[in-house]
């Protein structure tokens, strides 16, 4: 029987992106985890600042396409506190699947992120939809993941479940 810490170990490896040199580094890791060239794995680079808003299982919807009065979304920016204002509505007709928002590569890392199970239903039971929103005043660019729901045909249901300061280099 495999020790438990290799399962989990493989479990999350399956979605980074393999070099022969990562290879190495997990054989060897799996052999003989005493001597494993922790300094040898490769970095990645943090993606993600302050989280503004962390996703739940019992959110309320954020917006409902019958109540359009309801499509805005606002939060203050974690770098210089202005009020920034999110189309909720708008985010519908986007193409934000994970895999396309910030580039495949990343893509591992917004799922772990955001804790998204591996169905790839959001927290909320609906569809992950993500947006990168700026500030207005200091360009901090943010990271936004909402549920999407359909209870019933062209009635959508959008729950906010996630807001994160993207870092850039």
Same mark, same amino acid.
């Given at each position: 029987m495999r020790p438990r810490i290799v399962t989990r170990a493989t479990r999350v490896l399956r979605s980074v992106r393999r070099t022969p040199e990562l290879e190495r580094v997990i054989l060897a890791t799996i052999e003989n985890p005493e001597s494993a060239p922790m300094d040898s794995l490769p970095e990645k680079a943090n993606l993600f600042g302050a989280r503004i808003v962390s996703p739940d299982l019992t959110r309320p919807p954020s917006f409902d396409v019958l109540h359009p009065h309801t499509r805005e979304y606002r939060f203050d920016c974690a770098a210089c506190g202005t009020v920034i204002q999110i189309d909720l509505d708008a985010i519908l007709s986007e193409d934000g699947r994970v895999d396309s928002i910030l580039g495949a590569e990343n893509a591992a890392a917004i799922r772990a992120h955001f804790d998204l199970n591996m169905v790839g239903k959001s927290h909320d039971g609906g569809?992950?939809?993500?947006?990168?929103?700026?500030?207005?005043?200091?360009? *901090?660019?943010?990271? $936004?993941?909402?549920? !999407?729901? &359909?209870?019933?045909?062209?009635?959508?249901?959008? *729950?906010?479940?996630? $807001?994160?300061?993207? !870092?850039? &280099?």
């Amino acid at each position: 029987m495999r020790p438990r810490i290799v399962t989990r170990a493989t479990r999350v490896l399956r979605s980074v992106r393999r070099t022969p040199e990562l290879e190495r580094v997990i054989l060897a890791t799996i052999e003989n985890p005493e001597s494993a060239p922790m300094d040898s794995l490769p970095e990645k680079a943090n993606l993600f600042g302050a989280r503004i808003v962390s996703p739940d299982l019992t959110r309320p919807p954020s917006f409902d396409v019958l109540h359009p009065h309801t499509r805005e979304y606002r939060f203050d920016c974690a770098a210089c506190g202005t009020v920034i204002q999110i189309d909720l509505d708008a985010i519908l007709s986007e193409d934000g699947r994970v895999d396309s928002i910030l580039g495949a590569e990343n893509a591992a890392a917004i799922r772990a992120h955001f804790d998204l199970n591996m169905v790839g239903k959001s927290h909320d039971g609906g569809w992950p939809r993500f947006h990168v929103e700026r500030c207005s005043s200091c360009r *901090t660019a943010y990271l $936004i993941y909402v549920g !999407v729901k &359909e209870p019933s045909n062209s009635r959508f249901l959008v *729950t906010m479940q996630g $807001i994160t300061q993207l !870092v850039t &280099e």
